[in-house]
C-alpha cells in the first residue's frame, strides 16, 4: 500500500487565523474594561455628589443611587481581586 504526501488545505490555516482573531480579547483586556467600569462609576457618583452640594438640579435619590452603585462595585471588585490573590497563591503552592 503506497501512502502519498500529505498537502494541507490553505483553507484550514485561514480558518484557525479567523478564530484567533475572534478570541482576541484575553483575560487582561477583560480585567481591565471590568475596573474601568468600576472607576466609571466611582466619577460619576462623584459628580452626582459634586452637584448636589452645589444646589444644582438634581434628585438626592439619583445621588445615592450613583454611591450605592459605586460601592457595591468597588467591592465586588476587591472580592474579585482577593479570589484571584488566593488562586495565585494556591497555583504557587501546587507541588508537581
Do not use: C, W
Amino acid at each position: 500500500m503506497k501512502i502519498d504526501n500529505f498537502t494541507p488545505s490553505e483553507k484550514i490555516f485561514e480558518k484557525r487565523i479567523a478564530i484567533e482573531d475572534e478570541n482576541k480579547d484575553g483575560f487582561g483586556q477583560v480585567f481591565k474594561s471590568a475596573l474601568q467600569a468600576v472607576n466609571d462609576k466611582q466619577v460619576y457618583s462623584d459628580e452626582m455628589t459634586n452637584k448636589l452640594v452645589l444646589g444644582e438640579d438634581v434628585e438626592i435619590h439619583e445621588v445615592m443611587l450613583a454611591a450605592e452603585e459605586a460601592s457595591l462595585a468597588l467591592q465586588t471588585a476587591v472580592q474579585v481581586r482577593n479570589k484571584l490573590t488566593e488562586a495565585i497563591k494556591e497555583l504557587t503552592n501546587l507541588q508537581i
